[in-house]
C-alpha cells in the first residue's frame, strides 16, 4: 500500500490544551489516592508523558509501561493475547490508569484489563487520546478521552504507520495514493 501524509486531523494546539483538561479530571478524580499509570507501548509515551505532567496530585504517582499483541481475529472476544513487554511494578491492590494512543476494536483494552484486574488491581480505568467508532470489545464506556474520531488512519503524537510518523507533534490522516 502507498501512503501519503495527509490533512491534519487535530493540531498540537488543540491536543495540548485537551490534555490539561484531562488532567485536571483525574486530579479531582484522585486527588488524594495514589495512582499507577500503566502505557500500552509504544503508541502511548507521548501521550502518557504529557498527561502526569499535567495532573497535580498529593499522592504518589508510579508509571510503567507494557507491550501485547493480539492474535484475536476481530470478531472473537476471546482471542489469546501475547504480553511482549511485561510490567516491572506490581499492579496489586492499586488504583490503575491504563493509557491507550487510540482505541480502535477495544481488543487491546479488553485484554490488558483483564490481565491487570486478575493480578489485583484495586481500580481499572482507560484513558484514550483517540477513541474510534468501532469500540465494541472493551465494552465499557473509556474513562477519559481526548477525542472521538472518525474511522480513518491517523499517525503523529505517538501513533505510527510502519513505525514512522510517531513525531509528528499533530494527528494527521494516512492517505492511501
Ligand atoms: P484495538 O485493539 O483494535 O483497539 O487497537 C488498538 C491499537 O491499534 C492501538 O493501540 C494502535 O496501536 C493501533 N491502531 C488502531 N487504529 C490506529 C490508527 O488509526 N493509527 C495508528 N494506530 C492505530
Ligand atoms: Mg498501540
Known amino acids: 500500500m502507498k501512503t501519503a501524509l495527509g490533512a491534519i486531523l487535530i493540531t498540537e494546539q488543540e491536543i495540548r490544551r485537551r490534555i490539561v483538561e484531562l ?11 495514589s495512582l499507577m499509570f500503566v502505557g500500552i507501548l509504544r503508541g502511548s509515551f507521548i501521550f502518557l508523558a504529557d498527561l ?14 507494557m507491550s501485547v499483541s493480539s492474535y484475536g481475529d476481530s470478531t472473537a472476544t476471546s482471542g489469546t493475547v501475547h504480553i511482549e513487554k511485561d510490567l516491572g511494578i506490581s499492579v496489586d491492590g492499586k488504583d490503575v490508569i491504563i493509557v491507550e494512543d487510540i ?14 484486574s486478575g493480578r489485583g488491581a484495586r481500580s481499572l480505568r482507560v484513558a484514550a487520546l483517540l477513541e474510534k467508532p468501532g469500540n465494541s470489545k472493551y465494552k465499557r464506556p473509556l474513562d477519559y478521552v481526548g477525542f472521538k474520531i472518525p474511522n480513518k488512519f491517523v ?19 494516512l492517505d492511501e495514493i
Do not use: C, M, W
Not at 57 to 64: C, F, K, S
Open 155 to 173: 499517525v503523529g503524537f505517538g501513533l505510527d504507520y510502519a513505525q514512522q510518523y510517531r513525531n509528528l507533534p499533530d494527528i494527521r490522516v
Open 23 to 33: 488532567g485536571r479530571q483525574i486530579s479531582n478524580d484522585y486527588s488524594k489516592t
Open 52 to 65: 502526569i505532567r499535567a495532573i497535580s496530585l498529593e499522592a504518589p504517582v508510579e508509571v510503567d509501561f
Open 103 to 116: 482505541v480502535d476494536t477495544g481488543l487491546t483494552l479488553f485484554h490488558v484489563s483483564n490481565i491487570l
